[in-house]
C-alpha cells in the first residue's frame, strides 16, 4: 500500500505563487509515476500534471502549462507542484496521485492507483 500526503496549500492573492508537496511512503516511489488533479467547488476533477518515474518527462494540462512546474526528488519520496501566476480560476482541493506509467496518471479516473487527500488553495483577486 502506497500513502499520499499533500501539504503546502493555503490563501494566495492573484499573481502569487504557491508551492505544493506530496510526500509518499509505503512503496517504492521510485517506482510509480506522479501527478496532480484538482477540483473546484461544482466541478469535476480535473488533471493538472504528471511526471514518469525519473523525472525525465512531464505533461500539463493546457489551463496551467507555462505556469506551473512538477517536479520530484525520488530521494525525498517527494513530488512537487509549483504554481506560480496564480489565478481566481486555479482556487481547488488539489490532489496527489500515483501510478504505474505517466500515460496512465495522466488519465485519472480509474487509471490512477493511488490518490492523496487533498490539500486546499485558494486564490483571492
Known amino acids: 500500500q502506497v500513502q499520499l500526503v499533500e501539504s503546502g496549500g493555503g490563501l494566495v492573492q492573484a499573481g502569487g505563487s504557491l508551492r505544493l508537496s506530496c510526500a509518499a511512503s509505503?512503496?517504492?516511489?521510485?517506482?510509480?509515476?506522479m501527478g496532480w488533479f484538482r477540483q473546484g467547488p461544482g466541478k469535476e476533477r480535473e488533471f493538472v500534471a504528471a511526471?514518469?518515474?525519473?523525472?525525465?518527462?512531464?505533461v500539463y494540462a493546457d489551463s496551467v502549462e507555462g505556469r506551473f512546474t512538477i517536479s520530484r526528488d525520488n530521494a525525498k519520496n517527494t513530488v512537487y507542484l509549483q504554481m506560480n501566476s496564480l489565478k481566481p480560476e486555479d482556487t481547488a482541493v488539489y490532489y496527489c496521485?500515483?501510478?504505474?506509467?505517466?500515460?496512465?496518471?495522466?488519465?485519472?479516473?480509474?487509471?490512477?492507483?493511488?490518490w492523496g487527500k487533498g490539500t486546499l488553495v485558494t486564490v483571492s483577486s
Open positions: 496521485a500515483a501510478g504505474r506509467l505517466l500515460t496512465r496518471v495522466a488519465a485519472g479516473g480509474n487509471s490512477v492507483d493511488y
Open positions: 511526471i514518469n518515474r525519473s523525472g525525465s518527462s512531464t
Open positions: 509505503g512503496g517504492t516511489f521510485s517506482s510509480h509515476a
